[in-house]
């Protein structure tokens, strides 16, 4: 569709690693399709043949297309370069799939077409097993499940899973939120993960109506599922139909929930440069009067021109008896009650994507009753209004590459009264030399006006009115090819009356063929001359440990001073089949009480969990 990336890469060792991405941007890892690779070194250097099945990339192995994209790219550590079969120009990603080049001839005999029916069935059943507790003795706990995946050749993939289990799952990063609103954290159960393209518009991290890990969540704390079903559809004549819905059973104060989102779209054939589609969202509980409906219409043009333009307008209603709705991760609430009669919003999104000059504008409405049950909506009655200009001249000249110059303004009104809340203007300057080095320096002003009383830290209460700001920071980015590479960056900005200053710094190394350590620390202090100091630090710690080709470790640790808790996450994956595998995780999360406790620390959760899965593809 000259829109959806699917990426297969590999390195002289032989690892795997796949990826979707979609509208040269929104990139996802270890979605874990089905294909094989291998590899031989030689003196003159590394030969890789990929073997990918048809079914993998979504077509019918009976009647594949003419044509599809492709593009072929390498990493050359050494030169910090990439190397493209077919060139992504500045500002383009690699995953810019609307520039990809053709290969033609999959239809051929010479295309080696897959001796395998339209029609695809894969069992994909799993068993766990563990221990789980906290500084009580442990329980066991056990449970059994299938995932059922249905192909049609390109015209229809569904799954269909029962007693869902994402044991297996990464787990998020200690963060820390000293804003009002909420954060927004990725996907990473590989059930929402699969075709997800079909769903994304609006705003990503911003104002999207569908948010997935609100499906099988409430508060941050899972949610068991009972079952679910998606549906991906793409016909030839540029029609795409998506289909998500998801039953979970009762847990605490969450009653018996239905979630249910459904996809339209037509993508126009010739270079599929524009789209109109629409969208419905439908979380039900147990009372009648316990819903959110979302509904509306987008539209889309991609180009091949460097324009972008995407609109969007939806409304949403709510039932009298819906509960509050959901917080944000570490912020307020960012949305009312909500109201049965439609409640409007629109987004706009225009970019130019020059290769010196890039001018962008975003412009949202949420009208103060607007709500997205299923969605993530970071700020509703506002009128926002974003924009700004992007200059990045190639300098080719004293071991300079570029010279990258953002100038933006941001400005947010009351929904309903277009009162001025908010203004910021900044700027930032970067310089990327050939080797890979790079600094930044930023600078800002602008005023926030707090309608309401919040907390940040412990209990430092900030209080309703107008506040001034000026920000500045520096980063220094080291080359990320090396065997040793990090970040390093220094901020300041005005807080709500005093002063917010601290910084961040990230580590990596890859000591030794198949291991990989990431480390980051942030650090941040507010100043306050009538008020309570604010003290955070979080801090991550990733290894990776390629044992084989087959056999993966990947260790997790995180601390947040702020939330007095740490966490310990291990995973060590097989896959001893293409599509099966076995896991086991284990979790551990300790608390640590406050001064009037004593400082003393518990186990909070200890859970260790074997995991199998068998693929079996019945047709």
Do not use: C
Request: net charge negative.
């Amino acid at each position: 569709d000259r829109r959806t990336t699917l990426g297969f890469a590999t390195n002289p060792l032989g690892a795997k690693l796949d990826y979707s991405a979609v509208e040269d941007g929104k990139f996802r890892v270890e979605v874990d399709f089905v294909w094989d690779v291998a590899v031989v070194r030689t003196k003159s250097g590394w030969t890789a043949e990929m073997r990918i099945p048809l079914t993998s990339l979504g077509l019918d192995p009976s009647a594949p297309p003419n044509a599809i994209g492709l593009n072929i790219t390498r990493d050359h550590a050494k030169r910090n370069a990439t190397y493209d079969w077919a060139l992504m120009p500045a500002p383009y990603s690699p995953t810019a799939a609307s520039l990809y080049g053709t290969l033609t001839g999959l239809a051929s005999p010479a295309g080696g077409t897959e001796r395998q029916g339209p029609v695809s069935v894969a069992l994909i059943p799993f068993t766990t097993l563990g221990l789980s507790g906290g500084d009580e003795a442990l329980e066991r706990t056990g449970n059994l499940g299938m995932d059922l995946k249905l192909g049609a050749g390109a015209a229809l993939h569904a799954t269909l899973t029962t007693n869902t289990d994402f044991a297996q799952a990464d787990v998020d990063d200690r963060v820390v939120n000293l804003d009002r609103f909420g954060l927004f954290l990725p996907e990473k159960r590989d059930f929402f993960l699969s075709d997800v393209e079909v769903f994304e518009i609006g705003r990503r991290e911003v104002t999207q109506p569908l948010y997935t890990r609100l499906f099988g969540l409430a508060g941050g704390a899972p949610v068991p599922i009972l079952a679910g079903a998606k549906v991906a559809s793409r016909f030839d004549n540029g029609l795409r139909l998506g289909l998500l819905e998801v039953t979970t059973r009762p847990e605490g104060d969450t009653p018996w929930t239905s979630a249910l989102a459904a996809r339209l779209e037509y993508v126009g054939t010739e270079s599929a440069n524009w789209s109109v589609g629409t969208l419905v969202t439908h979380r039900q509980g147990e009372r009648a009067d316990d819903f959110n409906v979302v509904y509306g219409l987008d539209a889309g043009y991609r180009g091949p021109a460097p324009w972008l333009v995407e609109l969007s307008a939806w409304a949403s209603q709510t039932g009298a008896g819906a509960p509050d709705p959901e917080t944000a991760t570490g912020g307020t609430d960012t949305a009312d009650a909500g109201s049965d009669t439609p409640a409007p919003a629109v987004v706009l999104k225009v970019l130019h994507r020059g290769e010196l000059i890039r001018p962008w504008l975003d412009y949202a409405f949420l009208h103060p009753g607007f709500r997205a049950d299923l969605g993530f909506v970071r700020r509703s009655d506002v009128h926002t209004l974003d924009g700004g200009v992007a200059i990045e001249p190639r300098i080719g000249a004293h071991g300079i590459e570029t010279v990258a110059t953002d100038v933006e303004a941001h400005v947010v009104a009351a929904g309903t009264r277009a009162d001025l809340l908010d203004w910021r203007v900044q700027s930032s300057v970067g310089v990327q030399w050939d080797d890979g080095w790079n600094v930044t320096a930023s600078a800002g002003y602008g005023r926030e006006t707090v309608t309401d009383d919040f907390t940040v830290g412990r209990d430092t209460a900030i209080l309703a009115g107008e506040y001034d700001s000026v920000t500045g920071g520096l980063w220094v980015f080291t080359p990320s090819t090396g065997t040793v590479y990090g970040t390093l960056g220094v901020e300041a900005r005005g807080y709500y009356g005093g002063v917010l200053a601290g910084g961040a710094v990230t580590a990596g190394t890859k000591p030794a063929t198949g291991v990989a350590l990431d480390l980051d620390l942030d650090y941040r202090h507010a100043f306050f001359d009538n008020n309570e100091d604010v003290d955070t630090i979080a801090t991550n710690a990733r290894l990776a440990l390629g044992i084989t080709t087959a056999v993966g470790v990947d260790l997790y640790g995180g601390w947040s001073w702020l939330d007095d808790a740490a966490s310990v996450h291990a995973r060590l994956r097989y896959t001893y089949l293409p599509g099966s595998d076995i896991y086991f995780v284990y979790q551990l999360g300790v608390e640590v009480e406050g001064p009037d406790s004593g400082e003393s620390t518990h186990v909070a959760s200890h859970t260790g969990l074997l995991k199998i899965t068998v693929r079996w593809d019945a047709l």
